[in-house]
Antibody, heavy 117, light 109 residues
C-alpha cells in the first residue's frame, strides 16, 4: 500500500518562505513522477507542479501562479519530495497535497499552509 | 477559470441516478488524455473514484461509473445514497500537465 505523508505546513507572513516535505513508502520512489496539488479554503483543486524521475531527467514543471517562486525537489535516498515556497502571498494559503503521477494516483492527507500577517 | 468545466451543483433523491459532466477541449480530453474522478468529503483528502475514464479502484462500488465522448467525460452515480453527498472533481492532462475541473457539489435530497 502506498503511503504519502506531508509535513512542514504552518503559518507564515507574506513574503516569507516555507518548505514542505512528502515522505513516501510502499512504492519504488526513484521511478515515480510526483506532483503537488493545493486547495484553497472553500475552493477547488489546483495543480501546483511536478517533478519527473531521475531516469526521465528529474525535470520540473509549474503552474503559472507559482512559477519562479516555488521549487520542487526530490531525494530518492530518503524517498522524499519537497516543495520550497518563497515569496509567499496570501493567495497561497491552502492545503497542499502530495500525489503520485501514475495511472492510479495516490494522495497524501495534506498539510495546511496559511500565509497571513 | 478551470481548464475543465463542471456544473457547480447537482442533486438527486436517494435511489435516483445522477450524472456529472466534465467538458474539456481538443488539447486534453479530446486528445485522448485519461480522465480521473475524485470524491471529496468535507475535511478530507480527495479519494480516487474512477481512473482512466471508466475503471474503479478496489473498494469503489459499481454504482459509480465513468464515460467519455469527444471532448467531454461524465460520472454517473446510480442508486444514490446519503453518503454520496460530497464534492466531485474531474481531472485530465493538458500537454501532459494535470488539469482539474472546478468541482461539483452533489446534494442528496
Amino acid at each position: 500500500e502506498v503511503l504519502l505523508v506531508e509535513s512542514g505546513g504552518g503559518l507564515v507572513k507574506p513574503g516569507g518562505s516555507l518548505r514542505l516535505s512528502c515522505a513516501a513508502s510502499g512504492l519504488t520512489f526513484s521511478n515515480a513522477w510526483m506532483s503537488w496539488v493545493r486547495q484553497a479554503p472553500g475552493k477547488g483543486l489546483e495543480w501546483v507542479g511536478r517533478i519527473k524521475s531521475k531516469s526521465a531527467g528529474e525535470t520540473t514543471d509549474y503552474a503559472a501562479p507559482v512559477k519562479g517562486r516555488f521549487t520542487i525537489l526530490r531525494d530518492d535516498s530518503k524517498a522524499t519530495m519537497y516543495l520550497q515556497m518563497n515569496s509567499l502571498k496570501t493567495e497561497d494559503t491552502a492545503v497542499y497535497y502530495c500525489t503520485t503521477e501514475v495511472l492510479v494516483p495516490d494522495w497524501g492527507q495534506g498539510t495546511l499552509v496559511t500565509v497571513s500577517s | 477559470q478551470s481548464v475543465l468545466t463542471q456544473p457547480p451543483s447537482v442533486s438527486g433523491a436517494p435511489g435516483q441516478r445522477v450524472t456529472i459532466s466534465c467538458t474539456g477541449s481538443s488539447s486534453n480530453i479530446g486528445a485522448g488524455s485519461d480522465v480521473h474522478w475524485y470524491q471529496q468529503l468535507p475535511g478530507t483528502a480527495p479519494k480516487l473514484l474512477i481512473y482512466a475514464f471508466n475503471n474503479r479502484p478496489s473498494g469503489v462500488p459499481d454504482r459509480f461509473s465513468g464515460s467519455k465522448s469527444d471532448t467531454s467525460a461524465s460520472l454517473a452515480i446510480t442508486g444514490l445514497q446519503p453518503e454520496d453527498e460530497a464534492d466531485y472533481y474531474c481531472q485530465s492532462y493538458d500537454n501532459s500537465l494535470r488539469v482539474f475541473g472546478g468541482g461539483t457539489k452533489l446534494t442528496v435530497l
